[in-house]
Nanobody, 126 residues
Framework: QVQPVESGGGLVQAGGSLRLSCGAS????????VGWFRQAPDKEREFVAA???????NYGDSAKGRFTISRDTAKNTVYLQMNSLKPEDTAVYYC????????????????????WGQGTQLTVSS
């Protein structure tokens, strides 16, 4: 089973940028979609972005226009480039691998993802 591993979180000022990485241990991501979710204290887990193995993407409303998800198949890594960060982006960001393979649009529901990383903390200061 693919086990995603996140990295790249940290502390950044509002308006700044940061890139999160999601690597895979155990097996390659292959044809599975990879998604990013986030969870802030006392809030439900929220969909951020996802990408299929073909490069098709989907974004949550909070990410549109500011975040970009990409995939480097050779490195077996998925990235989340986050620009124009806001304090409300502060959360633990999780990478997840889909339960099934997707060719067109990747899923957005958390129950479509079966393997989750441990999460990486992003804190945006005002």
């Amino acid at each position: 089973q693919v086990q995603p591993v996140e990295s790249g979180g940290g502390l950044v000022q509002a308006g700044g940028s940061l890139r999160l990485s999601c690597g895979a241990s155990g097996r390659p991501f292959g044809s599975y979609a990879v998604g990013w979710f986030r969870q802030a204290p006392d809030k439900e887990r929220e969909f951020v972005a996802a990408i299929t193995w073909t490069g098709n993407t989907n974004y949550g409303d909070s990410a549109k226009g500011r975040f970009t998800i990409s995939r480097d198949t050779a490195k077996n890594t998925v990235y989340l480039q986050m620009n124009s960060l806001k304090p409300e982006d502060t959360a633990v960001y999780y990478c997840a691998v889909s339960r099934s393979t997707y060719h067109s649009r990747p899923p957005t529901r958390s129950d479509a993802f079966v393997a989750w990383g441990q999460g990486t903390q992003l804190t945006v200061s005002s």
